[in-house]
């Protein structure tokens, strides 16, 4: 699901780069407005991403669908765990709406993760993707999946329904996987990027977390990892504390190594690499469509 993108727990010292600016403009304010009014469910609001004012301004939202209560327990995630609630039906309709009264050029689509449905909740992926494009047929669209535990005939109904992006974050490396992503799997992870691929998705797309305690060959390997899978377009991004119960930042990352791992990453030849520390997965998605 999509990487967590605030924290009121950091330490003291937090350096000078990760320091946000309010989102200010006249786009974001008539959205906002929006959002508040008709009590629109966007992951840009309830996570405070630093990235809201800018992505707003260019017309770009991620929308959140099957709940907010996750079947995993990921150490790194803001997001409640437990039993979640009944499947809302009438959701892919709420969700294109929002869409349709913001006004969204190109929309985001991630979701907790279902584990207790059958279908891992790939029915309503669709069901939403399809609502969303016959309410707004000018509308691009990204959906940010989990991985279904990597069963294709799940998989495939989203490559069914051909989002412009299909997007998969491996959101660390092979060694802090188990502690930062404790029900998932790297290998499964990359399976699934590779999967979309072979099944004839054009655009792919995963996200990395630093400041877990990876080193710099790890987060290299990786990128080497998604590049064989043949994904197209990588996000690489400072981690930040949810809660104190949530794993700690090792580290703050420097620009200067942000820049490194951009310059790697092109390298490889990645079609896109946003590398800095307040980058998240949907940050300039409008653009990772070409």
Not at 165 to 186: D, G, P
Not at 200 to 207: A, E, L, V
Request: net charge positive; aromatic share 6%; with cysteine.
């Amino acid at each position: 699901m999509e990487t967590q993108v605030a924290s009121n727990i950091l330490p003291e010292r937090k350096p000078k780069w990760l320091r946000v600016k309010l989102p200010t403009g006249k786009k974001y304010t008539e959205l906002r407005s929006l959002v508040d009014k008709y009590k629109l469910n966007t992951i840009c609001t309830s996570g405070s991403c630093p990235n809201m004012g800018e992505c707003w301004g260019e017309g770009t939202a991620t929308f959140m669908i099957l709940g907010n209560v996750c079947t995993r327990s990921c150490g790194f995630c803001g997001v409640k765990t437990g039993r979640p609630e009944t499947v809302d039906w009438d959701e892919p309709e709420k969700v294109a709406r929002s869409i349709k009264l913001m006004q969204i050029k190109h929309a985001v689509l991630t979701s907790v993760d279902r584990d207790d449905l059958k279908d891992m909740g790939s029915i309503m992926w669709t069901e939403t993707v399809n609502a969303v494009r016959r309410m707004n047929p000018e509308t691009t669209l990204e959906t940010l999946i989990p991985d279904f535990q990597g069963i294709e005939k799940h998989i495939d109904r989203i490559v069914a329904v051909a989002p412009e992006v299909v997007s998969h974050n491996i959101e660390t490396v092979r060694r802090l996987t188990r502690e930062v992503r404790i029900q998932a799997k790297y290998d499964r992870s990359m399976g699934v990027l590779k999967y979309l691929k072979e099944q004839g998705q054009r655009r792919t797309k995963s996200g990395i977390m630093l400041g877990l305690g990876e080193t710099r060959e790890e987060v290299i390997e990786t990128l080497h990892d998604l590049r064989e899978n043949d994904v197209d377009v990588v996000t690489i991004g400072q981690y930040l504390q949810p809660s104190k119960k949530h794993l700690p930042v090792k580290r703050f990352v420097t620009p200067d190594e942000f820049k490194e791992f951009e310059d790697v990453g092109l390298a490889l030849g990645f079609r896109h690499v946003e590398s800095s520390a307040l980058v998240r997965s949907s940050y300039k998605a409008q653009k990772h469509i070409n």
